[in-house]
């Protein structure tokens, strides 16, 4: 019988096409945790759109005396973490988690942000968010976000969280249905600003509105309360002075 060819040397003609790299740790962790998500919650999504031109109006007209104040610009950030807590406050089963046949209602607003990091999506969590000023909040994500591109978040900064923020639309997302983080029961998505027309007093004019979705596990959080909830979140958004007079 005669003997086998050899194997022939060389790369294999597909190898300039194709490369294969582990997954990092950090990656690895993220998947398993959105195909936890996925298998264990009933997830649901909904949506609605917020005038933001009340917010930008109130940016432009104080955003030089802020930062020379606080040393840190205004954004839009630290306005939806400050309307997530009043919605939260309003919707307590939203701040909850389900653990076996219990639910464990958070009476604390520790609001995880994601921000890009080198190595992917990262999570860091803002605590007691209730509890900071806005100037607080912008210093602390701004914070949160370099250190994230430099690697240098610590493990403790990414555990815990009752409630989470993302926002794709600094990467120019229009619409987008957010994966829960679990255990937390809702994830609030922020998207682009873009300018389109809307009615307003029977006259059709030219707003910058953002579509907002809040992603929530339907096992805990019933539909109306998720629609209220949105709801909620855009009444502060569109009224920001209601933010400062806590109504």
């Given at each position: 019988?005669?003997?086998?060819?050899?194997?022939?040397?060389?790369?294999?003609p597909?190898?300039?096409?194709?490369e294969?790299?582990?997954?990092?740790?950090?990656?690895k962790?993220?998947a398993?945790?959105?195909?936890?998500?996925q298998?264990?919650?009933?997830l649901?999504t909904?949506?609605?759109?917020?005038?933001?031109?009340?917010?930008?109006?109130?940016?432009?007209?104080?955003?030089?005396k802020?930062?020379?104040?606080?040393g840190?610009?205004?954004?839009?950030?630290?306005?939806?973490?400050?309307?997530?807590?009043?919605?939260?406050?309003?919707?307590?089963?939203?701040?909850?988690?389900?653990?076996?046949?219990?639910v464990?209602?958070k009476?604390y607003?520790?609001?995880?942000?994601?921000?890009?990091?080198?190595?992917?999506?990262?999570?860091?969590?803002v605590r007691d968010?209730?509890?900071l000023?806005?100037?607080?909040l912008?210093?602390?994500v701004?914070?949160?976000?370099?250190?994230?591109?430099?690697?240098?978040?610590t493990?403790?900064?990414?555990?815990?969280g009752?409630?989470?923020i993302?926002?794709?639309g600094?990467?120019?997302?229009?619409?987008?249905?957010?994966?829960?983080?679990?255990?937390?029961t809702?994830?609030l998505g922020?998207?682009?600003?873009?300018?389109?027309?809307?009615?307003?007093?029977?006259?059709?004019?030219?707003?910058?509105?953002?579509y907002?979705?809040l992603t929530?596990?339907?096992?805990?959080?019933?539909?109306?309360?998720?629609?209220?909830?949105?709801?909620r979140v855009?009444?502060?958004?569109e009224d920001?002075e209601r933010?400062l007079?806590?109504?």
């Open positions: 019988q005669a003997p086998a060819p050899a194997a022939p040397s060389g790369p294999r597909n190898a300039a096409r194709e294969r790299v582990r997954m990092t740790p950090l990656r962790r993220v398993e945790r959105l195909l936890q998500a298998s264990n919650a009933a649901l909904t949506f609605n759109e917020v005038d933001m031109g009340e917010v930008m109006a109130l940016r432009k007209k104080y955003n030089e802020f930062q020379a104040k606080h840190v610009k205004l954004g839009f950030m630290s306005f939806f973490i400050r309307a997530s807590v009043e919605a939260l406050k309003a919707f307590p089963q939203i701040n909850a988690e389900i653990d076996g046949e219990d464990i209602f009476h607003y520790d609001i995880g942000v994601a921000v890009s990091g080198s190595r992917g999506l990262v999570v860091p969590v968010a209730n509890k000023s806005l100037a607080e912008e210093k602390t701004g914070d949160y976000g370099g250190r994230a591109r430099n690697d240098k978040l493990l403790p900064e990414l555990q815990g009752t409630f989470t993302t926002n794709g600094i990467f120019g997302s229009m619409l987008s249905t957010p994966i829960l983080n679990p255990p937390q809702g994830i922020m998207h682009n600003i873009v300018d389109r027309p809307v009615a307003r007093d029977g006259q059709v004019v030219i707003r910058p509105i953002m907002i979705a929530y596990d339907h096992r805990l959080v019933d539909g109306r309360e998720a629609v209220q909830f949105l709801v855009k009444e502060c958004i920001p933010l007079l806590d109504i």
